[in-house]
């Protein structure tokens, strides 16, 4: 038995077996072989077998994104087909007498060096999928097959950290939780473990190794600790804390259908955080009184393009219809800092979080935010949808936006494509600068809604993807719960609500001093709507 | 011989996915087709060389068909391009 400690992001014990994510880095060696014959062999067998995975990962992604976003599965198997391709690999081992690998390499080199040369930022990012390509042909050539989109059986997920366009690939009914070597508290594999409810730990170091690929672990989220290969007083013990917690998820779901209300009758707003549509089933198993915050960029990063404004329509449209009436605050594309979707071309940033991202992005290409703008306004005829905007620090931006607003609806009446103009539009407060003029800012919007992770970082001047800094990240800093009062006194006093939808908002720790700063709305991981809701239904604020 | 010229509407030109369902077009066919854009020109049945040629938005090209089926194969082309380029 192994034992590694590590920082904990989520209070759950899961058992499964390990699969460790390697990001794939080989080196290929070049060796000369006499008998070419039988490597143009193996190199039509693992064409077949690519091109066969490649089918495979088609088929799926039409039933689950559509046939626009498989298409890039289909682009995939055209280039493994492409005869100036095959004819390079043919060619190099025929010619120089070497191994197929070695020919593979040299042409995945060749034509995304080809590609990289042209004038065209879009086409060099091609080269990224002839490089794709290569590598999967060079996977089937060693027998690789375990990958984050290969998950045969529920698993635990190893690796030394997932970006977001990596865990998107995850088939998420198959994951039963997260070890990481590195990452912080707040990295975004925590984050989406938090959504998910399942146990997680990171910063696990070094001797998290790819050996335990493959071997029984059980992760206890209560003290951040894994068990690789438990012996079997481990085990009792953990099937124990496993058979309680979910004796307190039970428990919670007693609290399913009764009103988020203190013993001393304050009622305040629970509502919850999704990332993508398919979040909605947890949003209505958790009771959720709406949604606070769809994070609308996840339709951003799980695309090879500009998802269509079809596209974004048919997501929210879902999710209005979903919600039958609640409300259900969108926010615009925050894209930029820790996460990038290629087709932006954003430049490299020496301070990526303090860079361009988010509504800045918006604002200077107004084309794209325009798309999502007609969006939402067509889908707002299907339910309640309100828009909100990430990463205000001035009123002069709120106008602006205003303006491009005005700018999208009379075209849409121009166009006679029925909308509904007038919807709540509201602002993030994640920046000190918002929350130090929000008595301005609560003139322009109708609601305010505080993302603490950001604003966290940028009062206390700590980049939360650095896990050196966890020590000092401390969200109960003074400093935050001052800004956040302030916000809530100036939007109440222009008869505004605010809500709270960074993670801070779960933290039970702080429910009451939020319900006694007057804040209205919640807004959680659905997995943690209930747990607020028992603590809410715990507080008496008639004292004091 | 049949050959025709096209000036590309699509916003991002010939990326992978037009240009993918163009060599799939070109294929059909049995003759030997060729675009030709900016003085390069590439085998409309390959995919990394018409992907290579760079074509975007508001850039010419100039399709030409040779062989058995070149009348059917050059009118389906053009109904191509102006239907999905």
């Known amino acids: ?544 | 011989m049949k050959s025709f010229k096209y000036v590309v509407q699509d916003e991002v030109g010939l990326h992978a996915r037009p240009a993918g369902l163009l060599v799939k077009e070109a294929g059909k066919s049995a003759s030997s087709i060729t675009i030709e854009s900016k003085g390069k020109t590439a085998d409309a049945k390959r995919l990394l060389a018409v992907m290579g040629l760079g074509v975007k938005k508001g850039d010419a090209i100039t399709v030409t068909v040779e062989g058995s089926d070149e009348e059917a194969a050059a009118a389906a082309l053009e109904a191509f391009c102006k239907a999905n380029l």
């Not at chain 1, 009914?173 to 146990?199: D, E, W, Y």
């Not at chain 1, 301070?351 to 707002?380: D, H, M, S, V, W």
């Not at chain 1, 800094?469 to 400093?479: I, Q, S």
């Not at chain 1, 956040?484 to 609500?497: P, S």
């Open chain 1, 1 to 544: 038995m192994v034992v590694l400690k590590g920082k904990s992001v989520f209070h759950d014990v899961c058992m499964g077996k390990i699969v460790f994510y390697k990001r794939k880095e080989r080196t290929i060696k070049r060796y000369k072989v006499e008998d070419t014959e039988s490597e143009l062999k193996r190199f039509r067998e693992a064409k077949e077998t690519a091109l066969k995975q490649l089918q495979e990962l088609y088929d799926k992604a039409v039933a689950d994104v559509g046939e626009a976003n498989a298409a890039i599965f289909e682009i995939h198997q055209m280039m493994l087909e492409d005869l100036d391709y095959v004819e390079s690999i043919e060619n190099i081992i025929t010619s120089q007498q070497v191994n197929l690998e070695y020919a593979v390499g040299a042409t995945s080199d060749n034509f995304s060096a080809m590609f990289s040369a042209m004038d065209d930022a879009y086409m060099q990012g091609r080269a990224a999928d002839v490089k794709d390509v290569s590598e999967r042909l060079l996977s089937v050539l060693g027998g690789e097959e375990s990958n984050l989109n290969m998950l045969t059986e529920p698993s635990i997920i190893a690796a030394d950290d997932l970006v977001p366009s990596e865990t998107v690939q995850l088939d998420k009914s198959k994951v039963l939780g997260f070890i990481m070597q590195h990452g912080s508290t707040n990295s975004h594999t925590a984050i989406l473990a938090r959504s998910m409810g399942i146990p997680a730990i990171v910063s696990l170091g070094e001797d998290l190794t790819e050996e335990c690929n493959g071997k029984t672990a059980i992760v206890d989220g209560f003290d951040g600790t894994v068990y690789i290969e438990p012996d079997e007083k481990t085990s009792a013990e953990m099937s124990k804390k496993m058979e309680q917690s979910r004796a307190h998820k039970e428990m919670l779901q007693e609290l399913k259908g009764k009103e988020n209300v203190t013993k001393d009758g304050r009622k305040v707003k629970i509502f919850a955080n999704i990332g993508k549509t398919a979040d909605l089933a947890n949003v209505m198993a958790n009771d959720a009184g709406g949604i606070g915050l769809f994070r609308s960029e996840f339709l951003y990063l799980e695309n090879e393009d500009y998802p269509t404004e079809e596209q974004q329509f048919a997501a929210y449209k879902q999710a209005a219809e979903t919600m039958a009436g609640k409300t259900v605050v969108i926010r615009t594309l925050d894209i930029g800092a820790d996460k990038q979707a290629d087709y932006f071309h954003l430049d490299k940033e020496e301070n990526p979080a303090l860079g361009y991202r988010a509504i800045r992005i918006c604002l200077t290409r107004p084309e794209i935010f325009k798309t999502q703008l007609r969006a939402l306004y067509r889908a707002a005829m299907f339910g309640n949808i309100a828009i909100m905007y990430p990463m205000i620090t001035s009123v002069e931006e709120v106008r602006k936006i205003k303006a491009i607003e005005k700018e999208v609806k009379e075209e849409l009446t121009k166009e006679g494509i029925p909308f509904k103009a007038d919807i709540e539009t509201g602002i993030m407060i994640e920046t000190p600068a918002a929350a130090l003029v929000s008595d301005e800012l609560a003139k322009e919007v109708d609601f305010f809604s505080v993302g603490t992770n950001d604003l966290t970082q940028y009062t206390l001047a700590i980049d939360r993807q650095n896990q050196k800094l966890d020590e000092f990240y401390n969200p109960h800093h003074k400093a935050i719960l001052k800004l956040i009062r302030l916000a809530a006194d100036n939007a109440h006093a222009e008869g505004k609500w605010i809500g709270i939808c960074g993670e801070l908002g779960a933290d039970t720790s702080l429910t009451e001093e939020f319900l006694r700063m007057g804040i209205d709305e919640l807004s959680v991981s659905p997995s943690m709507v209930l747990e607020v809701r028992k603590k809410v239904r715990e507080l008496d604020l008639s004292g004091v």
